[in-house]
């Protein structure tokens, strides 16, 4: 059964800097897909980058040159590096791991608070 485990969140202030990061288990193959979305009170659930195993990448404009994404294909772990943060960046981020054709595995999420 795979399970994916986020870890890094928590609280910090306006221009500070986190690290997230999602370890995936029980599973051999890397997948074609690892990403990270967020969800803020009241908001849907949107996505913020994914990285495609060839090592493609897309970002939500709004975290365009402040966050960087990269994973670890041969442990399939996905992180997420977060500078400038925010309050708008306030949220719970999710990871998210795909195979070609197959549904979507998530995790449980972790809580950024960016307060101003």
């Known amino acids: 059964q795979v399970q994916l485990v986020e870890s890094g969140g928590g609280l910090v202030q306006t221009g500070g800097s986190l690290r997230l990061s999602c370890a995936a288990s029980g599973t051999k193959f890397s997948f074609t897909i690892m990403g990270w979305y967020r969800q803020a009170p009241g908001k849907q659930r949107e996505l913020v980058a994914v990285?495609?195993?060839?090592?493609?990448?897309n970002y939500a404009d709004s975290v365009k040159g402040r966050f960087t994404i990269s994973r670890d294909n041969a442990e399939n772990t996905v992180y997420l590096q977060m500078n400038s943060l925010e309050p708008e960046d306030t949220a719970v981020y999710y990871c998210?791991?795909?195979?070609?054709?197959?549904?979507?595995?998530w995790g449980q999420g972790t809580q950024v608070t960016v307060s101003s």
């Open positions: 990285m495609r195993s060839s090592g493609t990448t």
């Open positions: 998210n791991a795909r195979y070609a054709g197959f549904s979507d595995y």
